[in-house]
């Protein structure tokens, strides 16, 4: 080594360390210090001595909370960054409390085994060939509600949706895009179609929504049952990488034909750039799908838009609404 330039790996032992960032989120969230913190900032010692934690603990913790961005730090006294006042207090607007769970109790566990999912994955599988099926349950759903309500917000925001009437939310889960979409548009009706264990926990959702009366459910297999009739804006949100390339295809078909003129198709989702290297979040997603053990990964742009085409899909474009998310829209 005498002749080599010595030169830091800080970039290397900051990739390495990446998962303590996120454990120390997790236990944010879990222990709910956000949620404490908003009734009154404290010292170290203090939300010690509440939360039943070592004082020295407890600070390393909280100086470790401010160094990641999630807490801010005044003297010895500790308050909420925005970023935690915003997204991480229980019971308001946009707590991302349940998607934070996710994450810790589902999604991280997968990932400790990346090399085994890498080895064994193989394009194309169905979901009866599918050892992981956790992710598309109600109860996961029920974690990533109010991150879909948010979609759906969003979504409202920047689509035209003048024009349309009947919205059918096909894999809708929660009804969370349903819901925010028919809050915000009063001539928009919606039908949410998704398996019947999911429904059932999409009716807990929309019986609390002002627009209830507006949204019904269907519980039906996506893939194997009619699609419900009746619509002219039919959704896809976070879907497609659930089946293969033919069984998208045989959707797509389906929902063409039952589509009145000028209706349209949205695909919402993290939809790569042409060089599948960006957004970031969308390429780490292609291996979250391959943890979970999905029949295909997140795509480009131009795959879908072929695929709409081959169909008989036209005036096909695509817009980022709610970074990193994509839409895809596209017209019969």
């Given at each position: 080594?005498?002749?080599?330039?010595?030169?830091?790996?800080?970039?290397?032992?900051?990739?390495?360390?990446?998962?303590?960032?996120?454990?120390?989120?997790?236990?944010?969230?879990?222990?709910?210090?956000?949620?404490?913190?908003?009734?009154?900032?404290?010292?170290?010692?203090?939300?010690?001595?509440?939360?039943?934690?070592?004082?020295?603990?407890?600070?390393?913790?909280?100086?470790?909370?401010v160094i990641i961005g999630l807490l801010e730090k005044k003297k010895d006294v500790f308050k909420n960054s925005h970023l935690s006042e915003h997204f991480l207090i229980g019971g308001e607007d946009f707590y991302l409390g349940g998607q934070m769970r996710r994450y810790q109790k589902r999604s991280?566990?997968?990932?400790?085994?990346?090399?085994?999912?890498?080895?064994?994955?193989?394009?194309?599988?169905?979901?009866?060939?599918?050892?992981e099926d956790a992710d598309q349950d109600s109860e996961a759903m029920a974690e990533q509600h109010q991150l879909a309500l948010m979609h759906g917000a969003a979504l409202a925001e920047n689509f035209d949706f003048s024009t349309y009437k009947k919205l059918l939310d096909i894999g809708g889960g929660t009804g969370a895009m349903s819901i925010a979409l028919c809050e915000k548009h009063e001539n928009l009706s919606a039908t949410v179609f998704d398996l019947p264990e999911n429904v059932e926990?999409?009716?807990?959702?929309?019986r609390k929504s002002p627009a209830k009366n507006k949204i019904?459910?269907?519980?039906?297999?996506?893939?194997?049952?009619?699609?419900?009739?009746?619509?002219?804006?039919?959704?896809?949100?976070?879907?497609?990488?659930?089946?293969?390339?033919?069984?998208?295809?045989?959707?797509f078909k389906r929902?063409?034909?039952?589509?009145?003129?000028?209706?349209?198709?949205?695909?919402?989702?993290?939809?790569?750039?042409?060089?599948?290297l960006s957004p970031e979040i969308s390429v780490l997603f292609c291996l979250e799908d391959i943890c979970w053990n999905s029949p295909d990964v997140e795509r480009n742009f131009n795959v879908y838009k072929n695929r709409l085409k081959e169909t008989g899909f036209k005036d096909i474009s695509i817009q980022t609404y709610f970074e990193p998310t994509r839409l895809i829209s596209a017209y019969k």
């Open positions: 080594m005498k002749n080599k330039k010595i030169e830091s790996p800080i970039e290397l032992l900051e990739l390495a360390t990446g998962y303590q960032r996120s454990q120390v989120l997790f236990t944010f969230t879990e222990l709910e210090i956000p949620t404490i913190l908003s009734k009154k900032n404290l010292s170290a010692k203090n939300l010690a001595k509440k939360l039943n934690i070592n004082p020295l603990a407890m600070e390393s913790f909280l100086n470790a909370c991280y566990p997968n990932w400790e085994n990346l090399t085994e999912h890498l080895k064994k994955w193989d394009y194309g599988e169905t979901s009866d060939e599918t050892p926990k999409a009716e807990e959702f929309i019904k459910t269907i519980g039906g297999d996506i893939i194997k049952d009619e699609l419900p009739e009746n619509f002219d804006i039919a959704l896809l949100a976070n879907l497609l990488a659930v089946f293969d390339a033919e069984t998208n295809k045989k959707l929902i063409y034909e039952k589509l009145p003129a000028n209706g349209v198709i949205l695909i919402s989702g993290w939809i790569l750039d042409e060089n599948r």
